[in-house]
Structure formats: C-alpha cells, structure tokens
C-alpha cells in the first residue's frame, strides 16, 4: 500500500510539474505565432528530422546491444523490440519507469537476468549523461553562454561525477572494508542477494574497455543525430541554428528530462527549448514551433514503433507456449489411449 501510494505521489508531483512548465511556456509565448510557424513547416525539412530521429533509435538500439554482449547473446532486433516498448513506457507512465519495463520484456524475450540487464541500462544511462553534459559543455563555451543555463551544465558534471562513484561501489562492493558483514546480513534474504549479485554482473560490463569504448562512440553517434534533429526541425520554421546553438538546444533540452515530470516530459522538454533558445538569440515562438516538432515526431515514432514491438512479442510468446503445450496434450492423448 505504502509503494502504491509512493508511486501516486511521485506521479501527480511529476503532472503538477508539467502543468506548471506548460503554464510557464503559454505565458512567455506568442502560442498563436508558434502554432502558425508549425503549419508552414518545410516538408522537406520535417522528412529530415524523421530520419534523424529514426537513425539516433537504431544507434542506441546497437549501442545498447554492445552493453548486453558480455552477457549474453541478444539479436538486434531483440534488442530494438524492448527499447521500442521501454519509450512507449516512458511516453506513457511517469519517473523513467520504462526502463524497468524494458528490461523486463528484454529479460521475457531472452531468458536473461532482469536485474543483469538493468544493470546494463544504468552503464548506458550514465555513458548518455557525460555525453551529453560534455557536449553542452563545449556548446556553452563556444557560445559563451552564462546564467542558469551554464549553472544547469555544471550541475550535470556534479551528477555525472556522483553516478561514475555510484556505479564504481556497485561493482566493487564486494571488494570493500565490511562487505563480509554486509553479505552475511543480507543471507537473511537470499531473493535480495541473489537481485543484487545479478545486477553487479550487469554494473560490471563497464570493467571491459572495449566495451565502453564503443557504448561511447555509439553514444556521440546517437547525440549527432539528435543535434541534427533540432537542427532540422529550426530549419523546418525558418530558423538557421548553427550547430553550437543546436548542440547546446539537444543537450540541454534533454537533461531538462531529468526532471521528474509527466509522461512524455510534456512541459518541461518545450520550456528548456524555449529557455536555452532564448538564451543564444533565437526568438521564443519559433523556438516553441520548432520544440513540438521535435517532441511530437519523438513521441509518435517510439510510440508507435514501441507498440508494434510490444504487439509482435506477445504474440511471439503466445506461440510459444502454445507449442510448449501441444507434446504435452500430445502425451496426454496418448496414455489415455
């Protein structure tokens, strides 16, 4: 009851936040002129940024792959299925839960250790964070930005530092002062040790330099395209970002995420957008036209690419089981005869 009710609080903190943002945004923005922007949009300039976002999925979708290989092997188009159904999660429930949720249908689909996986998810979390946080660092020293937006970067750097210790502890717990005392306590409650121990063999794919090595060249891949997707969607409106700006809009838009907001970061994705654009020059209601570009066509690929993905798996299962069960019925047939 207390985890339900946990939940409900973190849920309607992270709608109040999303109304507040959107309230922020109608009040500082020409809405009408935005929504007029967004109807004269370039097609040509929109079809760019579809396959922008297209191409930054299929490049997490590897990158993630190359996290899990120490693991086990997983196909690709495993792989893409549960990161499809993880944004449609996440487009739909509050507080990122649908990395759980991924890692919870890749485990289905393969047999892997939930928590193994998991465990890949935060490697690749925080290889995102110090990507992305180091190209808005770059972005805000060519463009000498200050104010909140370089205090929110440094804040990013202060995070990044902290997750790189966390996950450090994670994999090298056992290895510290007392971690005899800690095991033998935790003894008590074997499914929790037993969790933990897979979600250390997960941590630990960041021990292999190989491997994170490509988790980060895959990572900047995946960060150009999203920086061409903002660049595309301005163009689109009839602004000309150059690529600092369009930097600095990806990444600093995309940490904004962090904050705990509605499902699909409704509000707080348009008011950094609008925030950062109006802190490099560029006007507050082509910033917003050029915003919900990005979030809409966001939105509507991983979701629907996360149902079809979501529909095809349980479909995969249902079969299955159906040809797990038929030797059965099949031997049963047989003694009754």
Do not use: K
Not at 80 to 87: D, F, H, M, Q
Not at 106 to 126: A, D, H, P, Q
Not at 180 to 197: A, C, D, E, K
């Amino acid at each position: 009851m207390g985890r339900l009710r946990g939940g409900l609080g973190r849920a309607v903190l992270g709608v109040a936040i999303s109304v507040l943002a959107l309230v922020l945004v109608v009040r500082s923005v020409d809405v009408a002129a935005a929504l007029d922007a967004l109807r004269h949009a370039d097609p040509r300039w929109v079809a760019l940024l579809v396959l922008f976002v297209i191409a930054d999925i299929l490049l997490r979708a590897v990158r993630w792959r190359v996290l899990l290989t120490p693991l086990g092997r997983v196909s690709f188009g495993d792989t893409l299925s549960s990161l499809l159904v993880g944004y449609l999660a996440n487009n739909i429930l509050p507080a990122r839960l649908g990395e759980i949720v991924r890692s919870v249908d890749l485990g289905e689909r393969t047999g892997l250790s939930r928590s193994s996986i998991l465990g890949t998810i935060v490697i690749e979390r925080v290889v995102d964070t110090f990507v992305v946080v180091s190209i808005a660092a770059a972005a805000i020293l060519v463009l000498s930005v200050r104010g909140v937006v370089a205090s929110a970067v440094l804040v990013g750097f202060a995070v990044t530092a902290l997750l790189v210790v966390a996950v450090a502890v994670g994999i090298y717990a056992h290895r510290l002062p007392g971690a005899g005392r800690v095991r033998t306590f935790l003894g008590r409650w074997p499914r929790i040790q037993t969790t933990l121990r897979r979600l250390r063999t997960g941590l630990a794919v960041a021990s292999d330099p190989r491997t994170m090595i490509a988790a980060v060249v895959l990572s900047i891949g995946s960060w150009s395209c999203t920086v061409l997707a903002f660049a595309a969607a301005a163009q689109a409106v009839g602004i000309e970002p150059t690529i600092g700006q369009a930097s600095l809009l990806a990444a600093g838009t995309n940490l904004a995420t962090a904050i705990p907001a509605g499902p699909g970061y409704v509000g707080t994705f348009e008011l950094a957008t609008v925030t950062i654009a109006a802190s490099v020059g560029i006007a507050r209601a082509p910033a917003l036209a050029f915003a919900i570009l990005v979030h809409v066509t966001t939105l509507l690929l991983t979701s629907i690419g996360g149902a079809i993905a979501l529909m095809l798996g349980s479909r995969r299962r249902a079969t299955v089981r159906r040809e797990a069960v038929a030797p059965e019925r099949i031997r049963t047939d047989e003694g009754e005869r």
